[in-house]
């Protein structure tokens, strides 16, 4: 059976990624006393939450799952760079996107932070297609 090696970035990068977990955790316990009807939100607050907090959870996940594919590459450069960073940035701004763009009391449609989430959309797309791309011609 091989071992798998990463390379010095990937791993230091992944154990970034594994550290936020824990406010992914935070976030759940918030998620929590949300349901509860502990803290005061719209309806549309309410589902941004639940949006911000899921696409948290499951890009993060993507994310080291993608860092275990990237160093497969033969990409170098910009493209390597992209294909190595681009969930995980995503997986920030998507989440920071629906958290700050419904920030505030009695919010009802999203406020003008609501571009930090296509940003982060943006990242995602390219991230996965570098790392697709990367992985179809090594």
Do not use: C
Request: glycine share 12%; no cysteine.
């Amino acid at each position: 059976m091989q071992t798998l090696a990463l390379s010095t970035e990937s791993r230091i990068i992944a154990g970034a990624v594994l550290l936020t977990i824990v406010t992914i955790q935070v976030g759940g316990w918030f998620m929590t006393r949300i349901a509860r009807g502990e803290v005061p939100m719209t309806d549309f607050q309410k589902s941004f939450a639940r949006a911000g907090h899921g696409h948290a959870g499951v890009l993060v996940l993507l994310s080291l799952v993608a860092l275990l594919y990237v160093d497969a590459t033969g990409l170098s450069g910009a493209f390597l760079w992209t294909a190595r960073l681009g969930v995980p940035v995503a997986a920030i701004l998507m989440s920071a996107g629906f958290f700050a763009s419904s920030a505030g009391r009695n919010v009802t449609a999203p406020n003008r932070f609501v571009w930090v989430l296509w940003v982060g959309a943006l990242s995602l797309a390219t991230g996965v297609v570098s790392l697709g791309v990367g992985l179809l011609t090594a």
